[in-house]
């Protein structure tokens, strides 16, 4: 193993243990890994093309159930299976011109999400874990909100994080255990996800008890948003075949007593038919629109090597 597809293995680590940040986060970061090895010095531009090819596997594989990863090193790597491109060094320069592509679409999804959002998210909100994108639509429509509601989002508590982020922000914010969101729910006017993948049926993989606040919200008639970059929508079609993650189960019990066998199952798949609306930088999608998404994705990534032709 080279030095190069070394340090991607450090970065696939690290994607692979964090639980601070979204999909959103780790799809920049994998970006941004892609990007550096396509500039990596004294390194002969076919072996950099080689190099790309095992990173991207390598990147896109590290969390299986963020397709964000697959549909951000698709794109970044698209240059590699372009017909007009002959030269090794013209496909690694187009690599790293696709990755700065790439981060410039991310940085300006959410601003653009905001303005889709905006009309919808006013009054009391109730939200589920951490989403950078959700944070930062709330953040810009705060002057219209009266009140966050935010879960605490067991095992990880990364609701804690968001509640102190809303905050900060000037807004007032009410903290809760995952349960108490049947209670709560009735009293707003949305729920606000985000989401880790959008599949082709238009279906939202998120952190773990998403599904459930959503049935619970539909039965309250409260509108569920979910706030997303279209780069999140992945090759994957129906919840029936979604990898959903699992942690470690000390996550949940550190020394669970004899019989008792803790599972720690980091995200679920909320049907489509729970969702009202999924809003990205484009604006509200359509199913139509997001079915073809997810087949040129799937298109991409299986020209790649990425998920598996069948």
């Known amino acids: 193993?080279?030095?190069?597809?070394?340090?991607?293995?450090?970065?696939?680590?690290?994607?692979?243990?964090?639980?601070?940040?979204g999909a959103s986060w780790l799809a920049r970061a994998a970006a941004v890994a892609l990007r550096d090895l396509a500039m990596a010095e004294g390194v002969a531009a076919d072996r950099l093309v080689d190099q790309l090819r095992v990173?991207?596997?390598?990147?896109?594989?590290?969390?299986?159930?963020?397709?964000?990863?697959?549909?951000?090193?698709?794109?970044?790597?698209?240059?590699l299976t372009r017909a007009d491109l002959h030269d090794t060094r013209a496909i690694v320069a187009a690599v790293r011109q696709e990755a700065?592509?790439?981060?410039?679409?991310?940085?300006?999804?959410?601003?653009?999400?905001?303005?889709?959002?905006?009309?919808?998210?006013?009054?009391?909100?109730?939200?589920?874990?951490?989403?950078?994108?959700?944070?930062?639509?709330?953040?810009?429509c705060r002057e219209q909100l009266e009140q966050v509601i935010v879960t605490e989002a067991r095992p990880g508590y990364e609701g804690r994080a968001t509640a102190a982020r809303l905050a900060g922000m000037g807004i007032p914010v009410t903290l809760i255990t995952?349960?108490?969101?049947?209670?709560?729910?009735?009293?707003?006017?949305a729920l606000v996800l985000g989401a880790d993948s959008i599949l082709g049926s238009?279906?939202?993989?998120?952190?773990?008890?998403?599904?459930?606040?959503?049935?619970?919200?539909?039965?309250?008639?409260?509108?569920?948003?979910?706030?997303?970059?279209?780069?999140?929508?992945?090759?994957?079609?129906?919840?029936?075949?979604?990898?959903?993650?699992?942690?470690?189960?000390?996550?949940?019990?550190?020394?669970?007593?004899?019989?008792?066998?803790?599972?720690?199952?980091?995200?679920?798949c909320l049907p489509g038919s729970l969702v009202t609306c999924i809003i990205t930088e484009r604006g509200p999608l359509s199913r139509s629109t997001i079915a073809s998404q997810s087949r040129l994705v799937r298109q991409r990534a299986r020209k790649l090597g990425l998920i598996a032709a069948t």
Request: net charge negative; glycine share 8%; with cysteine.
């Open 55 to 79: 990173a991207g596997r390598m990147l896109a594989g590290a969390r299986p159930s963020m397709a964000a990863l697959v549909a951000t090193v698709s794109q970044v790597l698209a240059p």
């Open 202 to 268: 238009g279906a939202v993989i998120n952190k773990v008890g998403s599904a459930l606040f959503a049935r619970a919200a539909r039965a309250s008639r409260v509108p569920c948003y979910v706030l997303s970059e279209t780069f999140k929508i992945g090759p994957g079609a129906r919840c029936a075949g979604a990898q959903l993650e699992e942690m470690a189960p000390d996550e949940v019990l550190a020394e669970p007593p004899p019989g008792v066998t803790p599972r720690n199952i980091y995200f679920d």
């Open 178 to 189: 995952d349960a108490q969101a049947g209670i709560f729910l009735p009293g707003c006017s």
């Open 1 to 21: 193993m080279g030095e190069e597809i070394a340090f991607i293995a450090e970065r696939v680590k690290e994607l692979q243990a964090d639980r601070e940040h």
């Open 100 to 140: 700065d592509i790439v981060l410039a679409s991310w940085e300006e999804a959410a601003t653009k999400i905001a303005e889709h959002a905006r009309p919808l998210l006013q009054g009391r909100l109730l939200t589920h874990s951490s989403s950078a994108t959700v944070l930062r639509v709330l953040q810009s």
